[in-house]
């Protein structure tokens, strides 16, 4: 199956991300209001930044785009260029705690 290293390394990141995030359920966390007014926890921010150092380590020429932060600098160049016929690598991260 093409790209099945991808496939198994994401499922892999989901569930360990999820644990990170589940741990934080039964203990309860605050939520912070963010400048655009929604919603974010520490259970958001730590498993989010779980997930983009996973990816940074198996995939390290991508760039990464999180919910929370830009987990890697050159990402912000590279958004502002048009994606042409030439394949552009980019993880998208968003969060896994909720909606």
Partial sequence: MPYQREWDLARNIARRAGEVALSFYHRGTETEEKPDFSPVTVADRESEQLICRLLTESFPEDGILGEEHVAHPALGDLLQQ????????????????GP
């Fill in 82 to 97: 048009p994606v042409g016929p030439e394949l552009l690598a980019r993880e998208v991260v968003g969060r896994v705690s």
